[in-house]
């Protein structure tokens, strides 16, 4: 596994990047890394500082797996990917607690458990330590991207609803009756589900769409 | 088919039909109801009438805008999305802001129904899905009741029913009136059994009445639309549970009549955990059922911050009814009986 083994033969360019973000978008469409999904896109900025955090160590992680690929032994991979992950999220985490204290208990424990999210060491196993930097790094940044813009998709309609807020600001005026479970955790659910709903009606919509069109052509 | 005599004609089974259709069940369900609203709209005034009237159309409107959207045959002629708005007024107090209804009432025929493939398909019962989201969304409001029988119910609404969509009600009325569980529960004061059976106390909009619960009902099973065993192992085991905290600490724990008369307990066992969609079909599985919800709501009603146990015990019924069928399945007739498996 040490050399360039034959990756998928994608076009490496905006299309990676929008692939990652919209088509495999890891939240919505292939549902991985539910776990902070869930758990902290109760606020918009708290859901936007999720996805940043998440972007970054995915980015950096790729890159590093991608250039030390040619140096780490197979039986020592996963530790070596994992000591990478762990390193970076160390990182984000005492920098996120040196920026803004609060959002830093705000996401609590969920900011060292970025170490542990799927999405990253399935990058980190399943596509960095196969490919160059710069496509591997172009990769995760769709990846990163589209789970930062889940994480706002949720974050987003669960503070409005939540709290009659956006980023702090009040929407609807004082008397604003806040739904208490959009900012609890069924709300995170129902959210989602509806998310996923709404896209994959989408997608059948669209998908209809142009396999009528191909049919015309083909007529 | 049959012009050939001769021709042998292949079925597969149900080989015997029972009369009812989906929809005679459901109207008389539905008639059966009414008596229940009428009496709510007699005892908490136009409030209780503008909720019923607001759930009831949400739920068939949202139904027909679902089978819209989905390109389905129209499903409103079989009565389930109306009787499921009738029920979700009569589960939630008199007061209750409208807007808020609404809103229940979509979740319940969006999320408990129609996601799962419609009336049929879903594996919990749409009306207590719907009170669900409401107790996780509004839990201050759909915790504050109105005392029956108030001065002027039938020319003004309540403080809190009108609020505007998306605002918190304006202020909650003077006349706020504990219900018979909380009084129980907080100060230890028993409201009268008398007074309970009869209906004439702060509570949900159509739970106060358990005589006309239990006349309604009893109606339902001698029409053989509900099976007679869930209603009666849910109130027995509620009972029975009740009556062995009972007998350990009387002072503490309310009677077992109390705890069968209070609150929506005999609405809960008739109308909504006997639903035959989300209920077991095997006798045994019925009686173990009804065991589970009577026993369960006792115990959330002791023992939780929660004041009605009713709705979480038969969500809970609801959820493990299809393990319950599965492992109570009848003996087929000259069959060994082989180890059950999940």
Known sequence: ?219 | MSANPHILELRTSPHVHGPNSVQTIMSNVMFALLPIAAFAVFLFGISALALICTTTTVCVVTESLVCKLSKKESTLGDYSAAITGLLLALTLPPGMPLWMAAVGSVVSVCVGKALFGGLGQNAFNPVLVGLAFIHAAFPIEVSSWTLPLAEGRFTSFMGTTLTVPFLSPAAFDGITGATPLALQKFEHVTTGLGELFLGTTAGCTGETSDALILLCGAYLIARKFINWRIPASTLGSAFLTSLVFYAADPEKYPSPFFTLFAGGLILGAIFLASDMVTSPVTPLGMWVYGGLIGFLTVIIRLFSGQLEGVMYAILLGNAVSPIIDSLTQPRIFGARRAKAKL
């Open chain 1, 1 to 219: 596994m040490s050399t360039v083994t034959n990756t998928a033969a994608a076009p490496y360019s905006l299309a990676t990047l929008l692939n990652g973000m919209w088509k495999e978008n890891p939240g919505l469409v292939i549902a991985l890394g539910m776990c902070p999904t869930l758990a902290v896109t109760n606020s918009f900025v708290n859901a936007l500082t999720m996805g940043l955090a998440t972007l970054f160590v995915l980015v950096v992680s790729s890159a590093v797996v991608s250039l030390l690929r040619s140096f780490v032994p197979t039986q020592v991979h996963l530790v070596t990917h994992l000591v990478i992950i762990a390193t970076l999220v160390t990182i984000v985490d005492i920098a996120i607690g040196a920026i803004s204290p609060q959002v830093y208990r705000a996401l609590g424990v969920f900011i060292q458990l970025i170490v542990v999210n799927c999405i990253i060491l399935g990058h980190a196993q399943g596509y960095a330590s196969k490919s160059t930097v710069y496509r591997s790094a172009l990769n995760a940044s769709g990846t990163g991207l589209g789970f930062t813009l889940a994480l706002l998709c949720l974050g987003g309609v669960r503070e409005v609803l939540g709290t009659g807020e956006f980023m702090g600001a009040p929407l609807f005026g004082e008397r604003f009756e806040p739904w208490a479970v959009m900012a609890l955790p069924p709300g995170g659910f129902f959210v989602l589900g509806g998310w996923l709903l709404a896209i994959s009606w989408w997608k059948r919509r669209t998908g209809k769409k142009s396999a009528g069109v191909e049919q015309k052509q083909a007529a």
